[in-house]
Each structure stands twice: as C-alpha cells, then as structure tokens.
C-alpha cells in the first residue's frame, strides 16, 4: 500500500513538472511571437515611409508634367492671338474680295465690288445675247427655239457680290482670319440666284403643248344655235412643267458651254369621262325677261330657257355610241322681253371702239373674221360677269362654215382651220382696254402681228389658249361687232359711270431680237442657185401700258404687259444639182428659171407676212 503511494506520489510530481515546462515552453512562444510581430511592424511602417516617399516622387513628377502641356498651350493661344491681331491688321485695309473667289466660274478675286460686278454682268449679257446659241425645247420632231431673253432671264449678281465681299468680314477676329485662311486655300464658289419671268415660262410652255400633235385633248362642249355639241376628248400626252422648268433653268444658269437639247418630259393621260349630268346643270336655264330697275338703275338681262329637248336617258344613250362628237338638240324658250328690246335705256352710251384692218380679197381669211365677227355681235356681259373669246365663239371647224386660213405654229406659216380670227380677239382687247374693263387672260403672238402695234395684240388657239376679260363696271355692256369690206371693228355700248376716265393706250419697243437664216439643201436646184423660201422678220421685247387721265390729268398708270415675239426664221433653199455644160456654140440667153422662181415665193411670202392668226 505504502509502494503505491509512493509511485503514485512520483507520477503525479512528474507529471506538475512536466505541466510546468508546457507552460513555459509556451510563454516563451508567445514571447516569441511578439517580438516577430514587433519586428514586423517595425518593418511595415519603414515599408510605409519608403513608399509614401516614392508616392511624393512620382507626384511631383508628374505636376512638373502637367504644367509643361499647360505652358505649352498658353503659348500657342498667344502666338496665335499675336498672329491674329497681325493678319487682322494686314487685311483691314482691304476692300477687294478675297482671292479664291469666284462666281459662275469666273475667278472675282482680288477685285473690288464694282469691278466684279461689271465683269460678271458682261459674261452674262455675252451669253444670254448671244444669237447663234438658242436653247432647242424638242418634242419627236418639233422643236421649239427659246433663248435666255425669251423669259427675261436675270442673274441676282448684286445679291451674290454682296455675299462674296462679305467673306472674311462678317465675323469676328477669329472666324473672319479662319474664312480667308480656308477660301485662300480651298477657293470658294458663290451661285447666284436666276430669276425667270414665270408668266413668260408659263406661255412658252402652255403653248408648246398646246400644239403638240400628240397633246392630250379634254372633253368640252359648246352651244351651238339650238343644239349642245358635245366634243369627246382624246388621250395623249401633256407636258410635265416643273421638270421641263428645272431643265431649262439648269441650262441657262451653265453660261460658258453650249445649250443642250432638251426633251420635253411628257405624261400620257386619258381624258376624264364625260359628265352629262354636270353639263345640263351647267346649261339648264328658267326663261326671264330683260327689264330696268331705277333707284338705283340696274338693267337686268333676260335669260333664255335652256334645256334638253330629249330625255336624259336618251342623251345618255347617244353618249354610248363611239362618235367624236355628240349632238344634243336643245329647247330654247325666249321671254316676252330681251334686252335688246330695251334699246336706248340699257345701253344709251358708247363707252369705246376701235377697228384693224384686213386684205378683203382674202376670201378664206376675211370668211373667219366675219363669220367669228357676226357670231360675237350683240354678246352682252353682266357686271361681274367673265367674256371668254372660246365659249363665245366656239371651236373653229369647217362644219360651222370656217375656211382654211393660214397661222405661224412651229415658226412656220401652215393651215389652219379659222386661221385669222385672232385679228378680231386682238380688236376687241383693244376696246376693252379702251373701256377701262379687266383683262384676266391674254396671250401674245410668237410672232409680231402687222394689224395692232407690239404688245397690243391677243391671240387664241381653241381648247388652250382664250382671251378673257370681265365686266368690272356697274352697269351691263353690250358688243357690237362688224366686220365687213376689209375693216374689223368692235364697239361697246352701256351706261357711263359718275366718273368716266380718259383711257390712253401705249405701248413701246423695249429692245429687238435679229432674225436667224436656215439653209436646206434642195437637190432640184441648181448649184450655187438660192431660193428664200420663208422670209424672216426681226423680234422685240415690247410693253403696254393703260393711262387713266381725268380732266387732263394722268391719275393711274398700269401696266398690262411685257411681252417677247420671237423672230420669225429666214428660210434659204440652196441648190445641189449638178449644172450641166452648155454648148459652146450656143448664144441663146434665156430667163433664169430660178428668178421666176424667186419671184414667185416672194409674191407668196409678201401675202404670208400679212397673215396673222
């Protein structure tokens, strides 16, 4: 028992001293353990230092970087703010335009306002002046020739100097030296803008596809006596405006090469269906009796009755049939009381007149004027009330009893039905204008008319071109045509307003435009033998102006128009048959065929000058 004791008491000694150097085996790691920790701290916080060093290094660096592009910058604004101010002085004094300018590709540079101006305007007056470089309007085989002063064509050149002369002075320092750095370097090129009278581009063009062949015809109808006549229009073609205005504006801005041929853009159109129902809406009248009315006067017209003298559903069967022209009998009812009947008391003044004359042994031409003449006389027109020369007169055919008579299409003398009346269209403007009334349509010849002086004529073409003008007078005017015995003359009766003016018409040749020759080969002729086969005339650009006077005094002036007629082409057969040789022997002189020839188209061209449409 004691033994055990004992041991047990060793083991348990042993095992305290054993505990015990644990225990200091691990303070002493643990002092270990600090002092590493110490030592690496120690060393962090150098590592520390070190770096925030190196950090101040590379930021002061990197300040002395910064400043360096700063400093660099500063001195490039001011060498170029001292350049600036330098260029600026250097220019001030400048009054030319800047060089690397130019316009229409004519170099301005370097010269002054004027200067420019006088050598653009001179390139241009060249060009549109220039007579051998027509612009040539062509459709299949027609042409039409027009040139720049046909639609009175005008460059803006004081516009486009201005802005020239600008360049380089319209901004500030900065902006002005950059504008004449970039045009010195990369030139610049100023357009100016071209203007052409529309009203002039509108005529050429409306009577260009007027006369085309193949031009769309519209339905349209007339009164004829007592009877609707019906006209069935036909398909064809009608002109595209707008591209066939900025082909020939595209044309005359180019003024250093040749005009180009343009073809005329068309469309192919059918015409509308003809609308019966419309038409005898149009023309359906009540009869009603002419009479006056006093306080105050007003003269009432009487109205004939108008209406179809077959059922509505037998016309619409008539339109069925496959005619190019219908006819409607019509019922005409006439009231107890016209006013023609009321005489003197509608209309007791004449207000104008004004007669032309014509070659009576014409009998084609002088059977158009009177028969139109006759079918005019005793038209009256209300107040407000339009007169259309077309819907009075009607379609010119050799059914309603016209002649062949001759007119210039094309720029040539040619048949045409009617030919001629176009001298009774200009002599009623003319009393019109007299009669101080509104002209609301009204076209000019191509060509100069020999009957009326420029700019005082009108000229028609049925289902195109009309001459219009509206009763702008407070009372009703009544027509009296009558042309008989080589004299067109027509007159306008009414009541005189409380102011009647003086009316002057005047008219005046602005400039000429020199005729052009074409020669054709013609093989039946001898060489070196000519035959003039159309002689030309000269063309103008005119314009008319109407002067009201009262008590002597001008009190308005208007003008009516600015008007160009085309030169009429002088037309010069040449031969190209060989001439054989004659007989050496032979002494025999005979008249020259050619002469008689010569004689005899000019006989025939004398009496073509003198017939007008």
């Known amino acids: 028992m004691e033994n ?14 054993l505990d015990l150097k644990d225990v200091n085996a ?20 150098e590592k520390k230092k070190e770096e925030q060093k190196e950090n101040k290094v590379v930021e002061n660096k990197n300040k002395k970087s910064k400043k360096l592009p700063v ?19 250097l220019n001030m004094n400048n009054e030319k335009i800047l ?10 540079g370097n010269l002054t306002i004027d200067e420019a101006k006088n050598k653009i305007n001179d390139a241009i007056d060249n060009r549109f002046h220039d007579e051998n470089n027509n612009l040539i309007l062509k459709r299949n085989d027609n042409e039409t020739s027009v040139t720049a002063n046909t639609f009175n064509a005008k460059f803006d050149v004081d516009t486009a100097i201005t802005e020239a002369y600008n360049i380089g002075r319209s901004g500030n320092i900065i902006t002005n030296n950059y504008a004449i750095l970039w045009t010195n370097l990369f030139k610049k090129q100023i357009e100016p803008t071209l203007y052409l009278d529309e009203e002039l581009l509108n005529s050429t063009i409306k009577d260009v596809g007027a006369k085309m062949p193949d031009a769309l015809v519209q339905n349209s109808y ?5 009877e609707l006549i019906i006209v069935k229009g036909k398909a064809g073609y009608v002109i595209e405006e707008q591209k066939l205005k900025d082909s020939i504006y595209a044309q005359l801005r180019n003024i250093h090469t040749s005009y180009q041929v343009i073809e005329i853009p068309v469309t192919y159109k059918e015409p509308g269906e003809i609308d019966l129902e419309k038409i005898h809406s149009e023309i359906y009248k009540e009869p009603q009796n002419a009479y006056v009315e006093e306080n105050p006067k007003t003269v009432h017209r009487h109205v004939d009755g108008v209406d179809f003298k077959m059922s509505m559903e037998d016309a619409k069967k008539l339109l069925e049939q496959d005619k190019e022209e219908y006819t409607i009998p019509l019922k ?23 007669s032309t004359t014509y070659d009576s042994s014409n009998y084609n031409r002088s059977t158009n004027i009177e028969l139109a003449s006759k079918k005019m006389n005793g038209t009256v027109v209300m107040p407000g009330e339009n007169f259309s020369y077309n819907t009075v007169i009607g379609k010119r055919t050799l059914e309603a009893g016209y002649k062949e008579g001759t007119a210039y299409i094309g720029g040539k003398v040619v048949p045409d039905v009617g030919g001629g009346i176009c001298q009774l269209s200009t002599t009623l403007y003319n009393t019109a204008l007299l009669a101080n009334l509104k002209i609301i349509d009204r076209s000019n010849h191509l060509f100069l008319t020999g009957y009326v002086a420029a700019s005082r004529d009108a000229t028609v073409y049925y289902g195109s071109i009309d001459f219009v003008f509206q009763n702008t007078r407070s009372y009703p005017i009544k027509i009296v045509s009558n042309s008989k015995n080589g004299v067109c003359k027509v007159s306008i009766y009414g009541i005189k307003e409380e102011v009647e003016y003086e009316v002057v018409i005047q008219s005046k040749i602005t400039s000429y435009i020199n005729q052009t020759t074409t020669y054709k080969d013609d093989p039946t002729l001898e060489k070196g033998k000519e035959v003039v086969e159309q002689y030309g005339s000269n063309g103008c650009r005119s314009e008319a102006y109407r002067i009201l006077k009262l008590n002597g005094k001008v009190v308005n002036q208007e003008l009516l128009s600015k008007d160009t007629y085309k030169p009429l082409e002088r037309i010069v057969r040449r031969g190209t048959k ?3 040789k004659a007989p050496e022997t032979s002494t025999e002189t005979n008249t020259s065929p050619t002469e008689e020839t010569n004689a005899n188209v000019e006989n025939q061209n004398t009496e073509s000058q003198n017939v007008e449409t």
Request: net charge negative; charged share 25%; proline share 3%.
């Open 99 to 108: 060089n690397g300018i130019s316009m229409l590709g004519i170099d301005i």
């Open 26 to 45: 691990q303070q002493q790691e643990k002092k270990d353990n600090l002092s590493e920790t110490s030592k690496n701290s120690t060393n962090n916080k």
């Open 4 to 17: 055990n004791e004992l041991e047990n008491k060793e083991l348990n000694e042993t095992e305290e001293k």
């Open 332 to 354: 005409i009812t006439v009231p107890k009381i016209t006013i023609n009947d009321l005489g003197d008391e509608a209309f007791p003044n004449l207000l104008a007149t004004f």
């Open 71 to 89: 400093v660099l910058t500063l001195f490039i604004l001011l060498f170029l703010m001292i350049f600036s101010i330098i260029f600026s002085l």
């Open 222 to 226: 007339y009164v004829e006596d007592e």
């Open 578 to 580: 060989d001439v054989p």
